[in-house]
């Protein structure tokens, strides 16, 4: 079993910054992916960023430049750095740990981005 447990989200201006953090509890390797989907009302949920086997990071369309992603392997930990935020930036965040063939997923962060 693997615990995941995020944090960071809240109410932001459009071009506002906030970091979300997640931390994996587990036994859980440095080639492990790990990284964020986000839904919000009436959309598809979809990936936001991720690092993939250690080795990269990808990014959607809409959020590259403004958001950067970053894991610390000695806590099991990413972050997601997110600047110059925007109204349609605006849903509920879950960060995930690919665990071999299952994914673990953690309660979801609310990001709200007013105009």
């Known amino acids: 079993q693997v615990q995941v447990v995020e944090s960071g989200g809240g109410l932001v201006q459009a071009g506002g910054s906030l970091r979300l953090s997640c931390a994996a509890i587990?036994?859980?390797?440095?080639?492990?992916?790990m990284g964020w989907y986000r839904q919000a009302p009436g959309n598809q949920r979809e990936l936001v960023a991720a690092?993939?086997?250690?080795?990269?990071?990808n990014y959607a369309d809409s959020v590259k430049g403004r958001f950067t992603i970053s894991r610390d392997n000695v806590k099991n930990t990413v972050y997601l750095q997110m600047n110059s935020l925007k109204p349609e930036d605006t849903a509920v965040y879950y960060c995930y740990v690919d665990v071999g063939f299952r994914y673990y997923w953690g309660q979801g962060t609310q990001v709200t981005v007013s105009s």
């Open positions: 690092t993939r086997s250690g080795r990269s990071t």
């Open positions: 587990g036994s859980i390797l440095s080639t492990n992916d």
